[in-house]
């Protein structure tokens, strides 16, 4: 086999990618595909934009791969006459060279999606993306002259110097656009570990996902462009079916009117922290935080009011949050929990100051008829909570003592 052009000298090997399996492989994965878009239509996490370009991609290369798989089944196992069906032995053709040039342009095509989704880059946007650009229109125009010559002159090209050094330029060029999958892997890893972190995995697992869905194509790729294989398509098919089933577990883990994790997140991630030890450490913070006289604002103001103070809330916490290891979630009703890794920069009471200012800053910049005031209880982590559950009821006792401290205060002060 000279690197999938040599059709009629396929071995066993490459006719079992092709036979019967990979037919009912592209079905699943083009319904598969289909359904991902369907749902991402009324889906607008960070993550639609990607998932619906690669998507796009994928439904094409999953109709070629299909239309050369039921070609190859009737070939080799029905056993049609290729040699007395012109159209056959042409059609045939194409859809090889159409494989192998789907298969050749989707690191550019990555490559674009990754830098708009994570740097907001347009297509013609930088030194780097006109460079891939020129390289992919090189790659096109060649492959175009060479498909054209084929229409013209039938399969016997194959035999001509002209087809080996076509083969000679493709391969080239789809080696260089190599280039754009090593430009763009580190934005790859930065959203892979990003999106598998902190979601229904471990952290071992994200590991493991990082490392099939972002190195092990990489290093497969250039076999699956020689040797014409649809290995770079199946697992691009299970990375959008992962991440279409992370962007909709993320979904039923926000509340949903401030836009924060809610109960059930929070829980998840303490989970994972108390499954490893070197997380349990007296660094580790919760933070009970709730409104004062709540209540009072939605039995005066209504419940309007009290949404916007739930909001404005949350729009602090975010403002406050620091840029690692800080956790933040809606508990329940006006109580909210933030948990912090310490480290000599990132501090609670750092944490607590930056909170304070910021919510004494909405109150100078709104115009509600009321002023928004929290209590606030923090407990680092001790042996003595062995559960969840024991650390969450340490901090709410926390809060509830300053509560009652600030109140006594208030009283005597009248």
């Known amino acids: 086999m000279q690197f999938g052009l040599d059709f009629y000298t396929l071995n066993r090997s490459f006719q079992f990618f092709y036979g019967h399996s990979l037919i009912y492989l592209v079905l699943a994965a083009y319904f598969v595909i289909r359904r991902i878009k369907y749902s991402e239509k009324s889906n607008r996490t960070s993550n639609t934009y990607l998932i ?31 040699t007395s069906s012109g159209w056959v032995d042409r059609l045939f053709l194409i859809l090889t060279l159409s494989i192998l040039f789907l298969n050749s342009v989707f690191p550019y095509y990555l490559f674009i ?12 946007q930088g030194m780097l993306n006109r460079t891939a650009f020129v390289l992919v229109s090189l790659f096109g125009l060649v492959f175009s002259a060479f498909v054209l010559k084929l229409m013209i002159y039938s399969a016997e090209v194959l035999a001509t110097p002209f087809c080996r050094a076509f083969y000679r330029v493709v391969i080239c060029l789809s080696l ?27 952290r071992r697992a994200a590991r493991v996902g990082v490392i099939l869905f972002v190195y092990v194509p990489t290093f497969i790729w250039p076999v699956t462009v020689i040797f014409n294989l649809p290995i770079f398509f199946i697992s691009l098919v299970a990375f959008v079916f992962v991440v279409h089933m992370v962007s909709q577990s993320r979904a039923v883990s926000r509340d949903f009117l401030t836009g924060m994790n809610n109960r059930n997140e929070l829980y998840r991630y303490l989970s994972r922290l108390f499954e490893r030890e070197e997380d349990l450490t007296s660094a580790l913070n919760l933070i009970f935080i709730d409104i004062n006289k709540f209540k009072s604002i939605n039995d005066t103001y209504g419940h309007t009011q009290g949404d916007k103070a739930l909001i404005c809330l949350a729009d602090c916490l975010r403002k406050s949050a620091f840029s690692k290891d800080c956790f933040l979630s809606r508990y329940a009703g006006d109580e909210f929990i933030v948990v912090i890794k310490e480290n000599p920069e990132n501090t609670v009471s750092k944490f607590i100051d930056s909170l304070n200012r910021n919510i004494q800053k909405a109150n100078t910049t709104n115009t509600d008829p009321y002023r928004l005031s929290i209590a606030i209880g923090s407990v680092s982590y001790s042996e003595e909570f062995d559960t969840v559950e024991k650390f969450i009821e340490a901090a709410d006792r926390r809060m509830y003592d300053k509560k009652a401290e600030s109140e006594k205060i208030s009283r005597q002060l009248i």
Do not use: P, W
């Not at 370009?53 to 009737?74: H, K, P, T, W, Y």
């Open 52 to 82: 619906t370009r690669i998507c796009n991609m994928l439904i094409v290369q999953s109709v070629a791969i299909g239309l050369f798989s039921s070609l190859n089944v009737l070939i080799y196992d029905v056993e049609i006459d290729v």
């Open 113 to 124: 999606v990754m830098r708009k989704q994570l740097h907001s880059i347009g297509t013609f």
């Open 176 to 202: 260089a656009q190599f280039l754009c999958f090593l430009l763009t892997i580190k934005d790859v890893h930065v959203f892979v570990s990003e999106l598998l972190h902190g979601v229904f995995l471990s």
